[in-house]
């Protein structure tokens, strides 16, 4: 477990926000967002943030200048980007293709990339300093659908910060805008893979048919005052090497031997987040697995597809069962889960959206997982080479990420920030220490299949 200097203290100098629009004509249009895209859920901002270090052979070059062409250019390609969203009859969205441009911010730091030190990891300090919420553009509603701020650093490299409109794209899209940015900064005049908007083909079906059971969009009351508040929270971040990762497959089943590493590491988490916010044994706790769904669809979805493509299959059971069962019991909720994203649930999925409003996902006692650690966030280059960090700007209450690391020792790992109460993070730390030191008795009770299968 490690995180930046908390004591870090630094000025950002920024310039006047500006309007970045398409470098060429683009159409007017009126463009509709998918019946996935609009859910309740994914309208909100989204940030991240990439480290650069100094590149000599670009010596002379400005990052800001670079970019900011970069990305007018890229708008003539993802002109939808330049427009703004706007709501029709029962929520629909849909982008109104103004060309008005992205928001854009030009900005100067007095710290170098090495005094953040060695572990770039939320939380970073200083954060609304790299990624200012200029007033009036946070709405989900008439507003830039990007922010980008771009900061020089002291020695030469640059921090790239943006702020996306989830409903416009999931991290698979985000990163296949920003790779292309970086392709036209290098100097290429248009993308390898072209944007396709295509959001048709996750609209609902006529007639509208419900098909599958959808828990993860349940109304749930929070009777108990389950929803975590946003005060007193402490946010810290646990690196997890292959080391880490062998020491908690201890705890798996011989017949579970085969899961991924999401898997095995969001049941551990769940588990010990349960156990460290001490619910009530006969509370039901959910854990949201963020699941992209490109290549369930036959055909897959087109490539350069860049809408939200994404499912939050859900693994429901009682607090008690969770936290007293050995961790297999965890690991095949979360697996039976993933095992629902089909094209029939997504389809069943579309019809859901239009049938109840589009809903939130159920936020009570749910615990949201999402694995970014193929989304590419860390490949993108604007000339300076691969980013030092690339991934979300902070964590948040409901959420965890995985997010790809490498330690200042050249170990690869995943870095996963969470986000609790700070008593309950101390208990946290505590069981999720006892796994990771375990002795061979623990290991043996927990490896067992003998499960309370109830709730299977």
């Given at each position: 477990m490690a995180s930046l200097p908390s004591s870090l203290v630094f000025t950002v100098r920024r310039c006047q926000p500006e309007l970045v629009a398409p470098a060429k004509a683009t159409p007017y249009e009126f463009r509709q967002l998918s019946d996935i895209d609009d859910q309740e859920g994914l309208r909100f901002q989204m940030p991240g943030l990439q480290?650069?270090?100094?590149?000599?052979?670009?010596?002379?070059?400005?990052?800001?200048?670079?970019?900011?062409?970069?990305?007018?250019?890229?708008?003539?390609?993802?002109?939808p980007f330049a427009g703004r969203l706007r709501e029709g009859p029962n929520r629909k969205l849909a982008v109104e293709c103004t060309a008005e441009g992205i928001m854009f911010i030009e900005a100067d730091a007095d710290i170098t990339l090495k005094q953040f030190g060695d572990n770039l990891q939320p939380p970073f300090p200083c954060l609304e300093e790299l990624l200012y919420n200029v007033p009036g553009s946070d709405g989900v509603?008439?507003?830039?659908?990007?922010?980008?701020?771009?900061?020089?650093?002291?020695?030469?490299?640059?921090?790239?910060?943006?702020?996306?409109?989830?409903?416009?794209?999931?991290?698979?899209?985000l990163v296949?805008?920003?790779?292309?940015?970086?392709e036209i900064a290098r100097g290429a005049t248009f993308p390898t893979v072209q944007p396709v908007w295509q959001r048709e083909l996750l609209n609902a079906r006529d007639p509208l048919r419900v098909t599958?059971?959808?828990?993860?969009?349940?109304?749930?009351?929070?009777?108990?005052?389950?929803?975590?508040?946003?005060?007193?929270?402490?946010l810290r971040s646990f690196f997890f090497r292959p080391t880490e990762v062998s020491a908690i497959r201890r705890f798996v089943p011989q017949y579970l031997s085969k899961s991924s590493t999401f898997e095995v590491l969001t049941a551990c988490l769940w588990r010990c987040r349960t156990i460290a916010l001490q619910k009530d044994p006969n509370e039901e706790v959910r854990v949201l697995c963020v699941v992209n769904a490109r290549s369930k669809?036959?055909?897959p979805l087109p490539v350069g597809y860049y809408g939200n493509a994404l499912a939050y299959p859900v693994a429901v059971t009682t607090a008690g069962r969770l936290c007293n069962n050995p961790l297999g019991y965890a690991l095949e909720l979360v697996r039976k889960a993933?095992?629902?994203?089909t094209e029939e649930h997504m389809r069943s999925l579309a019809a859901l959206m239009v049938i109840k409003g589009r809903p939130h996902f159920t936020v009570v006692n749910s615990y949201v997982m999402s694995d970014l650690t193929r989304a590419g966030f860390?490949?993108?280059?604007f000339g300076w080479g691969k980013a030092a960090y690339g991934g979300?700007?902070?964590?948040?209450?409901v959420a965890s990420y995985y997010i790809p690391f490498r330690d200042n020792r050249g170990e690869d790992g995943i870095v996963v920030p969470v986000c609790l109460p700070a008593v309950a993070m101390e208990k946290f730390i505590k069981e999720l220490d006892a796994m990771l030191n375990a002795d061979e008795e623990l290991i043996r009770v927990h490896s067992s299949t003998k499960y309370i299968l109830s709730a299977l």
């Open positions: 480290f650069y270090r100094y590149d000599p052979s670009m010596q002379g070059r400005d990052p800001v200048h670079v970019i900011r062409e970069a990305i007018a250019q890229t708008l003539v390609f993802y002109y509603l008439n507003c830039p659908l990007l922010l980008i701020q771009v900061t020089r650093l002291q020695c030469g490299g640059f921090i790239f910060a943006l702020r996306l409109n989830h409903t416009m794209s999931d991290a698979a899209g296949q805008f920003m790779t292309a940015v970086g599958c059971p959808h828990r993860e969009y349940e109304e749930v009351e929070n009777t108990k005052g389950t929803i975590i508040p946003p005060d007193d929270m402490v669809f036959n055909p993933k095992a629902d994203v860390r490949e993108v280059d979300p700007a902070k964590g948040r209450v």
